[in-house]
Structures are given as structure tokens and as C-alpha cells.
């Protein structure tokens, strides 16, 4: 597939002063040493057959132990919001781009692909740009102007791109309505497709979804969708799967996901994985039982994956990196100690679910 198997630029000090991020994980390596990992695991990025990412965002790169951190354990990079319409598009129309191109800066100081997130979303509802032209015949011009502008300006940089982000409705009946659908039709995925396409010939191309472990309807509502794509000649080059899990998953669950997901023979992407550590009886179930459970999880996905050809092994990516960074914690979701859902626990030292990656992907290669 065209741009997977892009090599990864050298970690320099000129690369990493060219791009106006002071690391220290920068600085490091530029001695030649290697940036600060857990003792007693190796890097994740090591160990296994596929891209191993994680979600940033630009509060987290000023720091230099999630930069070292970062370095050290993931080899592609998704953009937690930064590139979302809400933060790129201003109300009259323009762009701002200073926090996107700052992560994609960040990627290439550390080395990591860029995995684009995401250009059409339902939740952009409220989008002043659009909300102001809404029903009016200029839309679809709008519409691909956007497009083309995002994706664009990330042309050659970004390896992928997740071009319509939930689009099935929760219950599978259908496909969620939207000011996007309203104006243009079901035929708004297809539309994103060709126009991404249109704007950066190169990148794999994703429909992304939830909850498509835990609810078959919806993951078989998804799969008519791609398949209505493909039959209908839309760039179409894979299908990410959001993975946001919590300890009541049943085992099998993720395994039979990803097995049925992978049966259009497109490129498989993990892409927003995390395994919430909330209970509604917590005194029946100590801390260590939690971990347990959350790693049996992660084990459970990478297995999955690395399971499959390796032309649909697209990457493995965990929503944040240390349990602190997660969405989950944030309000009005939650509080910081509240959950535990990522691979690294606060300080950065790798929990039970990242040695259950490790294991599970040893020896795939």
C-alpha cells in the first residue's frame, strides 16, 4: 500500500531544532543516546510487526518526559484534536493550523508517521463556517474546499487519513444523521473520500468507527457501509476500528472483530485503543484484578492483529500514552485517579497491559 512502508527520518538535533521543539528527548538522541525507556520491557516499537502509535496532543509535547517517553515507544502519531474542524476552521471561514502543524512537527522530530484525525466527523454539527452556508447550493463547494485545504497542506507527511469518523448510527440502523448528510445526501462518505483522495494521492484512506466489538449490528451496519464504498469505485484503503474498551469486554470479543473486519482484505487500523479501569462495584474487585482484566484486553487486540496478513496490519494505536493523558480522566468525563486506561501509569513506568502487548506480539515478525 502506498506510504505504509515509508521510512522513518533520523531523530537529529537539526530535525529536531528545524521543527522549533526544544525535547530532551531531542537532545538525547543527538548525543547519541537513546531517550529514556522502561528498564526490564523493550520499546514496544521493537517488539512488534506494525506501527505502534498513540494520540498526542500539544500540552503533552512541552513536556520532556512524555517526549522521551514518546520517542522511545511509538512509531506513529495521531492527533488527538489538533486537526479536528473544530479546532482548524475559524468561524469566518479561515484557517488556523498552528497547533496541527506543531504536532506534525513532532512527528517528524521523533521520527513517527502521521496518521491524519480526522476530516469529516457528525459531531461538527455546530461547525459557524458551514452552519452559515447550510442548504445553500455552495455547500458541497464548501465541502470540498476543506477537504482539500486540510488534507492538503499534510500532503507527503500524512501516511493516512481517518476521512469519515462514525458515521453508523449507535443502534445499526443506519447511518447517523447530520448537517452533512442533510445537505448532501448519504453520499457525503463517498464525497469525503474521492475529495481526500483528490487532495493527497498517497495516504491510505479510513472509514473509523466504535463500539464495533461490543455491538454486532453496528459493526455489520460499518461493513455494508464499506462495502457499498468499494462497489461505488471510493478510495477506500482501510478500516480503523476505535477499540475504546472497558473491563466487562468479553473475551473474544475484539478477536471476532477484528477477524470479521479484516475479511474485506483492507488494512486493519486499532486506532484509538484504551481499556477504561472504572467499576460499578469497585469493592469487589482489587486494583491488581483491574490491571489484570485491561491486559488481557490489550494482549487480546495486538494478538488480533498481528494475527493478520501483514499487508493489513496497518498500526496498532493506544488514545495517550501515560493513564494521565487520558480523555477519560478529563471533565465532565471523569477526574484524574479515577481511570487507568492506557499502556503507561503516570510516571511513565509500563503497566501490566503493555507487557501483555509485548507478549503477544514477540515473535510475529
Not at 106 to 127: K, M, N, P, S, V
Not at 131 to 151: C, H, K, Q
Not at 265 to 284: A, F, K, N
Amino acid at each position: 500500500m502506498v506510504g505504509m512502508d515509508r521510512p522513518f527520518r533520523s531523530l537529529t538535533r537539526r530535525a529536531c531544532l528545524g521543527s522549533g521543539l526544544a525535547l530532551a528527548a531531542c537532545d538525547r538522541a543527538a548525543r547519541g543516546q537513546p531517550p529514556a525507556r522502561p528498564a526490564a520491557l523493550p520499546p514496544l516499537k521493537a517488539v512488534a510487526p506494525f506501527p505502534v502509535g498513540s494520540s498526542v496532543a500539544t500540552d503533552q509535547i512541552a513536556d520532556p518526559g512524555f517526549a522521551a517517553l514518546f520517542a522511545a515507544n511509538f512509531s506513529q502519531l495521531t492527533p488527538e484534536w489538533e486537526m479536528k474542524m473544530e479546532r482548524v476552521l475559524k468561524p469566518d471561514g479561515g484557517f488556523d493550523f498552528a497547533a496541527a502543524d506543531r504536532i506534525a512537527g513532532f512527528a517528524a522530530a521523533t521520527g513517527a508517521r502521521l496518521h491524519g484525525h480526522t476530516l469529516i466527523w457528525y459531531a461538527q454539527d455546530e461547525a459557524p463556517a458551514f452552519r452559515r452556508i447550510d442548504g445553500s447550493p455552495g455547500f458541497e463547494n464548501a465541502y470540498r474546499n476543506y477537504i482539500l485545504a486540510v488534507a492538503g497542506r499534510y500532503r507527503g507527511r500524512a501516511v493516512g487519513w481517518d476521512v469519515v469518523n462514525e458515521a453508523v448510527a449507535e443502534d445499526g440502523e443506519g447511518y447517523r444523521d447530520c448537517l452533512w448528510s442533510r445537505n448532501l445526501g448519504p453520499d457525503y462518505v463517498a464525497k469525503a473520500f474521492g475529495y481526500a483522495r483528490e487532495a493527497d494521492p498517497g495516504a491510505v484512506l479510513f472509514l473509523n468507527d466504535y463500539n464495533l466489538e461490543n455491538l454486532p449490528k453496528k459493526r455489520a451496519t460499518f461493513l455494508r457501509l464499506a462495502e457499498r464504498l468499494l462497489a461505488q469505485g471510493a478510495p477506500l484503503g482501510g478500516l480503523g476500528s476505535q477499540t475504546h474498551l472497558s473491563m466487562d469486554t468479553p473475551p473474544g470479543a475484539v478477536r471476532a472483530a477484528v477477524a470479521d473486519l479484516a475479511r474485506l482484505g483492507l488494512p486493519i487500523h486499532i486506532s484509538e485503543l484504551d481499556v477504561s479501569t472504572r467499576s460499578d462495584r469497585p469493592s469487589l474487585m482489587s486494583p491488581a484484578d483491574r490491571l489484570e482484566r485491561q491486559a488481557r484486553l490489550v494482549g487480546e487486540a495486538a494478538e488480533a492483529l498481528a494475527a493478520l496478513p501483514a499487508g493489513q496490519r496497518y498500526a496498532f494505536t493506544a488514545w495517550g500514552v501515560r493513564d494521565k493523558d487520558s480523555w477519560l480522566i478529563r471533565p465532565p468525563r471523569g477526574n484524574p485517579g479515577e481511570d487507568h486506561p492506557l499502556l503507561f501509569d503516570d510516571a511513565g513506568r509500563p503497566k501490566p497491559a503493555a507487557a501483555a502487548f509485548a507478549a503477544a506480539v514477540r515473535n510475529r515478525r
